[in-house]
């Protein structure tokens, strides 16, 4: 067992080469993506945002409804692997940036003025997520759209390592109040996919996925 945190860049880096290879991650990348599009704002977003956004699995099925798409990460090897996509596909409306989220106050390092931000997955491994989410919506311009994907409430055995310093999920009435703390309205949830698979106590369970939308206040 590693000795490693999850939320160390470097465990992310050792699993960067083969992360596509998870047809899991495939199929939830596939359902997430088709959420995200279906609520987005019927203006194509000018200047949006991706937090978390790995070897790009949801960035690159995002980035053809964007103008321009920046996308954070905070392993330097889940950005190379995007960056490889970014050149194959000429997908070149994504700015790849890193950015260590287990750092306080990590979102100082971005400018302003983003119209939409998404994410799939990531919510849970940031470590203080009512000040993220603060931080997060001094970045977004009045109105902006929110579109976060992340795990149900589970229980706890969801990842395969019990080293890792995660959420175990959200509640989504908590969830709901940390977002209006932050300064959003108009939040929603819906189910978006099941994660079917073999827990850390070798049981089959299932896992549901949400997604969840909300506007940045314009007060």
Known sequence: MSQQNWS???RFDNKAADWDANALRAALADDVARAT???MPVARPANALEFGCG???LTTRIAPHCTRLTAL???AEMLRMLSEKISAGALMNIVPLQVDFS???ATEELEGGFDFVCSSMTLHHIPDTTSFLRELAGHLVPGAMLSIADLDAEDGLFHDDDTEKVHYGFERQSLKQMLETAGFTNVAFITVH??????RAGNWASYPVFLVTAIKNHA
């Open 8 to 10: 160390d860049t470097q």
């Open 73 to 75: 990460d905070s392993s």
């Open 194 to 199: 099941v994660i079917e698979k073999k827990n």
């Open 103 to 105: 750092r306080p106050k």
């Open 37 to 39: 599009i279906a609520h």
């Open 55 to 57: 070897t790009g699995l």
